[in-house]
């Protein structure tokens, strides 16, 4: 019985022995939840919208004054936000245009200002994941996954794989709807006490 316990032993090491180093080794992920309509901060609600990013303030639901801080469209009319996480006083997002392009967008909620922070062409939209002070991402269609700080530098290889929790907002009962009108896309901020214009986009 002993000598029987010694040789299965022995056929499980030998097995373990030649199996691929990778088996063991547990997959690095950076996983991140993200906003494709609303993201909600206090009394301050941010929407992808048609004309791009709207900063909202609302007061018990209702909307008290609104603008487009940055403006998707300035990629073309079917180019939109998406992916969204605010992290301090930035709103990173996901962007698609009417092309091949695709980039991750860095907008400073103050002013609107952005930098893109990294691009892709033919290769999908840019999944990504925030991590401490460092941006975890990869283009869909590509093996290559990057690591880059919050501001976009230090961009160098890495064996994390980013992986995004897409939800349509943070905040319960706020949502966007969006409507064709014509010529025009109109945006609509959904709240538990009803919806409301934020602006309207040429659809050509």
């Not at 929790?165 to 706020?174: I, L, Q, R, T, V």
């Amino acid at each position: 019985m002993k000598k029987k316990f010694l040789a299965c032993i022995m056929v499980l090491a030998i097995a373990v022995a030649f199996m691929p180093a990778n088996t063991f080794a547990a997959s690095k992920t950076a996983t991140m939840k993200a906003y494709d309509q609303v993201i909600k901060s206090g009394n301050t609600v941010y929407c992808a919208g048609a004309e791009g990013l709207y900063k909202v303030k609302v007061k018990k639901g209702k909307v008290v004054s609104k603008k487009v801080i940055s403006r998707a469209e300035s990629f073309g009319a079917y180019s939109y936000y998406s992916g969204m996480k605010k992290k301090g006083s930035y709103i990173y997002a996901q962007v698609s245009t009417e092309g091949t392009p695709y980039y991750i967008d860095r907008i400073k909620t103050s002013s609107g200002a952005y930098t893109t922070l990294a691009s892709a062409n033919d290769q999908g939209p840019i999944d990504y994941a925030i991590k401490g002070k460092k941006i975890y991402y990869k283009a869909y269609d590509s093996s290559t996954k990057r690591v880059m700080k919050l501001n976009g530098k230090n961009k160098k290889k890495s064996s994390t794989k980013p992986i995004m929790k897409h939800k349509k907002s943070n905040a319960k009962g706020y949502s966007v709807i969006m409507k064709e009108k014509g010529d025009k896309v109109v945006t609509y901020l959904k709240t538990p006490k009803g919806k409301f214009k934020l602006g309207s986009h040429s659809a050509w």
